[in-house]
């Protein structure tokens, strides 16, 4: 019996084999996964700095957009601060269209474009603000080259995809 608990060189060797192989293949497999051409990597990196950068502006522009000083008028304050939030979903949705690739999600984009303006355009109107309705859509060239448009968010327009 003690000769069964005794290594054999067969033994020993077959599980050396056993070991190998699976540690081989799973180091092929990990490779081959995570594996992209130099060049294409490279692209990706510039294009997610951009997207990245982009998106921190927007960002960032609606946080301190957000901050807003109270009035006494809730209600007001409420559409001030909301106002920015839903401007901020607009910049990040045109920052979708811009490098985005996926058809779904950049549909999903335009939807939140539409609804977004419509729910600016519909708190302003409760508080009794006058609403303008020949603004171009964010996603459109705008005719003067100004920083902002009237809802405070970005001109995101340059760059997008058509």
Do not use: C, W
């Not at 050396?16 to 990990?30: E, I, K, M, P, Q």
């Not at 607009?90 to 979708?96: G, N, P, S």
């Amino acid at each position: 019996m003690l000769h069964l608990l005794q290594p054999t060189h067969g033994k020993a060797s077959f599980s050396a084999r056993v070991l190998l192989a699976f540690f081989a293949s799973s180091l092929v497999l990990a490779h081959e996964s995570h594996h992209q051409p130099a060049e294409q990597a490279v692209a990706a990196t510039v294009e997610e700095r951009s997207y990245l950068a982009d998106n921190d502006a927007a960002m960032t522009k609606m946080m301190n957009d957000m901050a807003v000083k109270p009035s006494g008028d809730i209600d007001h304050d409420f559409v001030a601060m909301m106002t920015p939030h839903h401007q901020g979903a607009i910049d990040m949705a045109v920052i979708e269209l811009r490098y985005g690739k996926n058809e779904q999600l950049r549909r999903i984009a335009q939807e939140i474009i539409v609804d977004q303006l419509q729910e600016i355009a519909a708190m302003k109107l409760a508080i009794g603000e006058q609403v303008s309705t020949s603004a171009p859509a964010p996603t459109q060239s705008q005719p003067s080259p100004p920083a902002e448009n009237q809802h405070g968010g970005m001109d995101m327009s340059a760059g997008i995809k058509k």
